[in-house]
């Protein structure tokens, strides 16, 4: 039996595609993005997450851990140095403070949590979007989710960094109704420093996915002093505008929701003194984008794609 490794899996998504989704979060992505707002999606393998607002201070943690990373003074400290990983302070925190995210799901399993939500697609044209991380990393996971979709006749798509074999990428093509497609800096060398990986593959399978007729909307999120500047904007809009048959591109503006996990995961945040863009600096890049023609999907406009 097909099994993967998701971290969450989201009703009612309404910013993942068309209509009320199903978004399925897979774990393990290649890229290490600096604004990554779902760290918890960058290891393959699950990982301990500490919620300390959440310690009602029982203190059977410091009691199971074997490896004696977990200390108190003034609350619960834990040496991430030391921690594997291993759940068992997890298995005791009554108040779930302490928890391993990620889980082991089957096809089969995944598909019964999916079909609970047959009536919100029905009524509002929507479907499951499989993201993450990166969905692509677990391949064969995903081949067999997304067979098992269309089997049900359900709407697909794929949230995807594009850093993955064209193989990968074609295997599923057949089986994927929408591709929302990152892409983050145009510049190699920002890009290598940014994500930790170039932009090359990523570049090149967006060309090639278009070529192939796929329904793709580009998605970029909109980082202050990254990639927000006009260089890099007029650089994207040259590129997309030789592509063929782009349902959108958006811009996804860069936010802090995830700050509190990386200090949950034990996880250094880079981002520390960036603010989220204004609404006119977000209006100002999509109007940059605007002159290339592109179809832009704008930020501030009710829409139903």
């Known amino acids: 039996m097909t099994t993967g490794t998701v971290f969450d899996i ?31 999606g960058q290891a393959i393998q699950p990982q301990l997450i500490f919620r300390s607002n959440r310690c009602k201070a029982s203190k059977a943690c410091l009691e199971v851990c074997p490896k004696g990373a977990i200390t108190w003074l003034d609350g619960s400290i834990t040496d991430w140095e030391l921690c594997d990983d291993c759940g068992k ?18 096809v089969n399993q995944l598909m019964n949590e999916i079909q609970r ?24 996971f995903l081949m067999a989710c997304l067979q098992a979709c269309k089997l049900e006749g ?5 949230d995807t960094s594009g850093y993955a074999s064209w193989e990968g990428l074609t295997a599923i093509f057949p089986m994927v109704d929408l591709f929302l ?38 998605r970029i999120p909109l980082i202050p002093g990254m990639n927000d500047d006009e260089e890099n904007l007029k650089r994207a809009g040259s590129f997309l505008a030789n592509l063929e048959c782009l ?8 936010h802090e929701i995830g700050l509190a996990k990386y200090k ?34 704008k930020q501030f406009i009710k829409r139903n794609l």
């Open 10 to 40: 989201k009703r009612y998504a309404i910013h993942d595609g068309p209509g009320i989704r199903t978004a399925i979060f897979f774990k393990g992505c290649p890229l290490s993005c600096w604004w990554c707002h779902n760290p918890e």
């Open 89 to 106: 302070c997890a298995e005791v925190c009554y108040a779930g403070a302490r928890e391993m995210v990620g889980r082991e799901i089957s």
């Open 117 to 140: 939500d047959l009536p919100f697609y029905e009524q509002s044209g929507g479907g499951v979007t499989f993201t993450g991380g990166e969905p692509l990393l677990q391949r064969e």
């Open 154 to 158: 359900l709407h697909t798509a794929v």
């Open 181 to 218: 497609y990152d892409l983050k800096l145009m510049n190699d060398s920002k890009h290598q420093e940014y994500t930790s990986v170039s932009n090359a593959l990523i570049l090149s399978n967006l060309k090639k996915l278009t070529q192939a007729k796929a329904r793709i909307i580009v």
């Open 247 to 254: 349902e959108g591109i958006e811009l996804m503006p860069y």
């Open 264 to 297: 949950g995961l034990g996880m250094k945040y880079k981002m520390g003194g960036i603010k989220p863009p204004s609404r006119d600096q977000i209006e100002q890049a999509e109007e940059t984008l605007a002159c290339y023609h592109l179809p832009i999907i």
